[in-house]
Nanobody
Framework: QVQLVESGGGLVQAGGSLRLSCAAS????????MGWFRQVPGKEREFVAT????????TYADSVKGRFTISRDNAKNTVYLQMSSLKSEDTAVYYC???????????????????WGQGTQVTVSS
């Protein structure tokens, strides 16, 4: 079993930066594909970024490409989402998620993920 805890959300002005962290409070995620998703009230949860276990393979949603960077520190059992040049439309609850270790392919599909954190709110003021 894996339990994920996100942190680092908050209020930031447009154009600013935030770094989200996702740590495993139980279980190891060093061999897991990890993903970040976000959700705005009344809308479907959407894919943001994904990273394979080694960190060498990443994929981003077009809306965040060039502004967000996903990375991981397997020694710390933690995944990060560095967000820069933030826009008001980036306002959402951000969730990290992990695939079971036997699935090694990064995925943009939320149903492919087996474990989810509780989410952290990011609010970008314009």
């Amino acid at each position: 079993q894996v339990q994920l805890v996100e942190s680092g959300g908050g209020l930031v002005q447009a154009g600013g930066s935030l770094r989200l962290s996702c740590a495993a409070s139980e279980g190891a995620i060093s061999r897991s594909v990890m993903g970040w998703f976000r959700q705005v009230p009344g809308k479907e949860r959407e894919f943001v970024a994904t990273i394979n276990w080694s960190g060498f393979s990443t994929t981003y949603a077009d809306s965040v490409k060039g502004r967000f960077t996903i990375s991981r520190d397997n020694a710390k059992n933690t995944v990060y989402l560095q967000m820069s040049s933030l826009k008001s439309e980036d306002t959402a609850v951000y969730y990290c998620a992990a695939r079971r270790r036997d699935f090694i392919t990064p995925s943009t599909v939320q149903s492919d993920y087996n474990y989810w954190g509780q989410g952290t709110q990011v609010t970008v003021s314009s």
